[in-house]
């Protein structure tokens, strides 16, 4: 990549295109000991109080990614271009996302090691975890309370009116269907929490039961083909808030969200479908009957062999779902042939990309 400048602009010459740069937006990026503190990176001043009229009196390139750059106010500052560039392609240094269906996915477990403690090990657990949005990693101790030391290997555990953990196992007055046998379809995890829970750990100490298997669904991808074969859906269910409620004794938890949420570029951000829980607001029948229809097709989507894998979660397996992009259910379960019992506890997103992150930068020196 190479560079030109002119007072008031730096350009940064890619195989494809020109990138302009503002003389601001450069010099508040300053890594110099005067700029900012060495330990923190955080400003030492405040940008404003740079002058507004700031221009470029120099700039070169001191290899193939180190640039200087000389400014109007004399403060020079060395940048590097790779970092340049993925913030202006707004890279976030995480794996990228794989969509999958049941066609292309490459299933794959993680035997945990408690002997290796090596970074290595965990690196490559959450890579696998950022591909797909979720991730199988068995041998882990199967006894209550396990779940809570494999999640503070990574980030911090979210407490909720569940309390730290939530313990998944048929009771006999259930305030919530999980604790209760039947079977359950594809899902996201409580949209009626604000902010909704980000990332689902659900760990099982015991099943000897038959059935009680778990499924998952890449929301993401089921949401792109939607978009693609039935647009109109796609826009209903990307456009219609849903009402969601959580209700018990002690607790009453509301919030509305789209099925289907997107950002300011149509990027996918979040997948809200509980729907035995879901109220859509009043509306007129004719447009009722085209949201219905529209949840009809997705609901058909998830539900298909296309989507959903099925797989055993064994005693001491553990699966950590992104309850934002992956919709998760479990098949029926007979309780008069065995024990089922599964820990579940949440964490949230920036915990395990932090993680991830300082193994990546460890690694790599
Ligand atoms: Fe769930």
Same mark, same amino acid.
């Given at each position: 990549?190479?560079?030109?400048?002119?007072?008031?602009?730096?350009?940064?010459?890619?195989?494809?295109?020109?990138?302009?740069?503002?003389?601001?937006?450069?010099?508040? *990026?300053? !890594?110099?000991?005067?700029?900012?503190?060495?330990?923190?990176?955080? *400003?030492?001043?405040?940008?404003?109080?740079?002058?507004?009229?700031?221009?470029?009196?120099? +700039?070169?390139?001191?290899?193939?990614?180190?640039?200087?750059?000389?400014?109007?106010?004399?403060?020079?500052? !060395?940048?590097?271009?790779?970092?340049?560039?993925?913030?202006?392609?707004?890279?976030?240094?995480?794996?990228? !996302?794989? %969509?999958?269906?049941?066609? #292309?996915?490459?299933?794959?477990?993680?035997? =945990?090691? %408690?002997?290796?403690?090596?970074?290595?090990?965990?690196?490559?657990?959450?890579?696998?975890?950022?591909?797909?949005?979720?991730?199988?990693?068995?041998?882990?101790?199967?006894?209550?309370?396990?779940?809570?030391?494999?999640?503070? *290997?990574?980030?911090?555990?979210?407490?909720?009116?569940?309390?730290?953990?939530?313990?998944?196992?048929?009771?006999?007055?259930?305030?919530?269907?999980?604790?209760?046998?039947?079977?359950?379809?594809?899902?996201?995890? &409580?949209?009626?929490?604000?902010?909704?829970?980000?990332?689902? =750990?659900?760990?099982?100490?015991? &099943?000897?039961?038959?059935?009680? #298997?778990?499924?998952?669904?890449?929301?993401?991808?089921?949401?792109?083909?939607?978009? +693609?074969?039935?647009?109109? +859906?796609?826009?209903?269910?990307?456009?219609?808030?849903? =009402?969601?409620?959580?209700?018990?004794?002690?607790?009453?938890?509301?919030?509305?969200?789209?099925?289907?949420?997107?950002?300011?570029?149509?990027?996918?951000?979040?997948? *809200?479908? @509980?729907?035995?829980?879901?109220?859509?607001?009043?509306?007129?029948?004719?447009?009722? +009957?085209?949201?219905?229809?529209?949840?009809?097709?997705?609901?058909?989507?998830?539900?298909?062999? !296309? %989507?959903?894998? #099925?797989?055993?979660?064994?005693?001491?397996?553990?699966?950590?779902?992104?309850?934002?992009?992956?919709?998760?259910?479990?098949?029926?379960?007979?309780?008069?042939?065995? @024990?089922?019992?599964?820990?579940?506890?949440?964490?949230?997103?920036?915990?395990?990309? @932090?993680?991830?992150?300082?193994?990546?930068?460890?690694?790599?020196?």
């Amino acid at each position: 990549m190479n560079i030109e400048f002119d007072s008031t602009e730096l350009r940064l010459l890619t195989d494809k295109e020109s990138i302009r740069l503002h003389p601001l937006w450069m010099r508040e *990026r300053s !890594k110099e000991e005067t700029a900012v503190d060495q330990r923190s990176f955080q *400003r030492l001043y405040d940008p404003e109080t740079l002058a507004d009229n700031l221009t470029f009196s120099d +700039a070169k390139q001191l290899d193939h990614d180190e640039i200087l750059i000389k400014f109007s106010d004399q403060h020079e500052a !060395k940048y590097s271009l790779k970092d340049l560039l993925l913030e202006v392609e707004k890279k976030d240094n995480l794996p990228q !996302k794989v %969509y999958w269906s049941t066609s #292309n996915l490459e299933f794959k477990e993680f035997n =945990f090691d %408690y002997s290796l403690e090596s970074e290595q090990q965990m690196l490559e657990i959450l890579e696998y975890f950022h591909k797909y949005g979720f991730v199988v990693v068995k041998e882990l101790h199967a006894q209550e309370g396990e779940i809570i030391n494999f999640a503070e *290997r990574i980030g911090f555990i979210r407490e909720t009116n569940f309390g730290k953990t939530f313990d998944v196992r048929s009771k006999q007055q259930p305030n919530d269907l999980a604790y209760t046998s039947i079977e359950l379809g594809p899902h996201t995890d &409580n949209p009626y929490r604000r902010p909704v829970p980000s990332i689902q =750990f659900l760990f099982c100490v015991e &099943n000897s039961c038959v059935g009680g #298997n778990s499924t998952l669904v890449d929301g993401f991808q089921v949401a792109k083909d939607l978009k +693609a074969q039935y647009p109109d +859906a796609f826009k209903i269910l990307s456009e219609t808030n849903i =009402f969601f409620r959580f209700t018990d004794q002690d607790t009453v938890l509301e919030n509305t969200g789209t099925t289907i949420e997107l950002d300011d570029e149509g990027n996918f951000v979040q997948i *809200r479908f @509980s729907n035995r829980l879901d109220l859509v607001p009043y509306q007129a029948p004719d447009k009722l +009957a085209k949201y219905y229809e529209a949840k009809r097709i997705f609901h058909g989507m998830i539900n298909s062999d !296309k %989507y959903l894998i #099925n797989f055993r979660l064994p005693a001491g397996g553990l699966l950590i779902m992104d309850n934002y992009r992956l919709l998760h259910g479990r098949t029926s379960f007979n309780t008069s042939e065995g @024990s089922r019992f599964l820990q579940g506890l949440y964490i949230d997103h920036d915990s395990i990309e @932090s993680k991830y992150k300082i193994l990546k930068k460890n690694k790599n020196g």
